[in-house]
């Protein structure tokens, strides 16, 4: 079953990346190991930003605003609290890090990044969702990576979801507290 191993105290962490890399995957599976919640992003969406991306228009940064600011009060909560919670947002930008972090300064982004191809098939072959392909591109161009200040690791998504989850419980694990770096 992988590695059985999870942070030394409650973590608030957030799967990011652009549409279709795998982050509603990767936080459930990761949330049902470590037995914390989970919250997905795209549900705090307000029906006019769900209607502007389904029509293939990109969010801008009023779009997101407040959005980000419903999920940072999530992730405080969670903080106040001391519980564990996973988020699934795409996190494109540093500033929207930067909002989210306002919720909890410890905030721990795990980054999945991978081909523009791979994530294209993935979109393609998935059904049920807003999102169209025709998006990939301004996303993918809005996104910034993340820094070396910001506590995190990068993932690359080409591999098999499991070995992804086993790694960030390993990094976990071992770091005594969330730190900065990359995996």
Request: hydrophobic share 40%.
């Amino acid at each position: 079953m992988g590695i059985q191993v999870a942070p030394r105290q409650p973590a608030r962490l957030v799967v990011m990346g652009v549409s279709g890399c795998g982050k509603s995957e990767i936080g459930r599976r990761l949330a049902a190991r470590l037995g914390y919640a989970y919250a997905e992003g795209d549900d705090y969406h307000p029906p006019a930003n769900i209607a502007k991306m389904a029509a293939g228009n990109p969010l801008n940064d009023i779009d997101r605003q407040g959005w980000l600011q419903l999920l940072s009060a999530r992730i405080g909560e969670a903080a106040a609290c001391d519980e564990g919670l996973i988020l699934s947002c795409s996190a494109l930008k540093r500033r929207y890090r930067d909002l989210l972090r306002g919720g909890d300064p410890a905030l721990f982004f795990i980054h999945l990044h991978g081909d523009r191809d791979l994530i294209a098939a993935r979109i393609q072959g998935r059904t049920g969702h807003f999102m169209p392909l025709s998006l990939l591109d301004s996303q993918l161009a809005d996104l910034e990576p993340l820094a070396p200040d910001e506590a995190g690791i990068w993932l690359d998504i080409s591999k098999p979801s499991a070995a992804l989850i086993d790694k960030i419980l390993l990094r976990l694990a071992t770091s005594g507290s969330v730190q900065p770096g990359h995996g």
